[in-house]
């Protein structure tokens, strides 16, 4: 057999550049295809890649097809992962809206314009954020749970929006991984307000860099199911890596600066909720189709992480904590992301998306009180129910689980018939507001989506809550009773979401 040849997109990036590294050491076996944005720095930084034989670059924009098309050409795999990222990604909500959806249509049509587009399989990576805020005892999570990006959180929207273009592209080969946090040694660099938008007593199931390239790789490889395709897996490096926030801001301030968090931050500097991350019920499954796991102890990964960190960490470690306390406290002031600037000029909406109400921002309790929290073990978790017989095979789910489904949703099922363990086939469906829609079994049971037109108008949560009981037993358990409108302070994302 000849070699295989790889798309990748994000290359310049932190996971794409790991895939890329992963790729080139099994050069053997892959052409490498690269579709690099032409700037300056990505220049610079393709330099090295730009004589290898096993190396095609092909400069261009994921948000012009004709570029998209020429990077295809040929592909037997597609790795996407570049687009719009935080801390960018935050400051930048049309440009990330634009990017992230147009470059999702763009790949599926360029695919869909080859010869053999059955043959080609497309990964997207979508993100932990489509789900949105978790707090205990909901911080136990799975795919299929439902969609729901944190307030204000316009990245979260647009990879919600792209992951269902390739899902419901009708692609033979299509599969959506969604990224937990990446730990990488430039993780430090990323001084920006909205590191104050995670709360303290949150989770995160951390992936490592290196097992996140070697994920993108080893999809490529021989032996991958076929199983394993027109699915939406959870990315992590597995129960090592399920932190609470307040253990990762101790890991990463002992191992760069010394200190520990309650030396360079007042508690209530950050936020109580709204941000996203969950401890994965389920991220074991990707792990046992693609072996991509390193398994390093964690303490160890972070203490290697401290070698690898840029000069200045050494001089920072001189420089008074007095000092730094000033400057983060001067970051959390920002006027448009600090979590103290919301509270200093009291924005409403901000304070009561992250905080519940200015009340219970003052209440927030010193570093003692605040870090002495205990959290539900995966034998304890509380899962959320999907509305159907989960324990029914697959290939045995029927009409009328679509059904329930549906009633589930506040909802129904429209269709009059369904082949038994069909989950490719659309049906057709219709919301709790009236709104009908057609979408495949698949994107509704195992990847938490509904109703497109709800979705375009977005945090409509306490409403949704009330005619939607899949959606409510996540929503309601730390809002019954809220009646927030977030509908005059956000930007019109209809023509970018249908």
Known sequence: MGKKRVLLTGATGVMGGAGLQELLARSERYDITLLVRPSRKNHRKMKAYASMESVRIVWGDLCKYEDVVRAVEGADYVLHVGGMVSPAADHHPKATLKVNITAARNIVRAVKAQPNPDNVKVVYIGSVAQTGDRPSPLHWARTGDPIAPSIFDYYAISKCRAERIFAESGLKHWVSLRQSGILYAGILRNIDPIMFHVPIREVLEWATVEDSGRLLANICEEGVP????????????????????????????????????????????FATRNFHGQWYLDSDHLEEILHFRANIPVEEYFAGLSKQLPWFFALAKYVPACIMRLFLRYLAHHKLFGTLGWIHRNDKAHIAAYFGSREEWESIPDWKSLADFTLASEAEAVRLNHGYDEQKPLEELTLEDMRQAAAFRGGECLSREMTTGDMATPLEWRCACGHHFTTTPTVVLLGGHWCPECFAKPWQYDAEAKRNPFFAQLWLPHHKGEQNDYSNCVLDITDYVK
Request: aromatic share 18%; hydrophobic share 35%.
């Open 226 to 269: 076929e199983s394993f395709w027109c699915k939406f897996y959870n990315i992590g490096s597995g129960a090592e890596y399920r932190l609470t926030n307040y253990r990762f801001e101790q890991l990463l301030l002992k191992n760069s600066l010394g200190l520990p968090p309650e030396k360079l931050f007042a508690s209530n500097m």
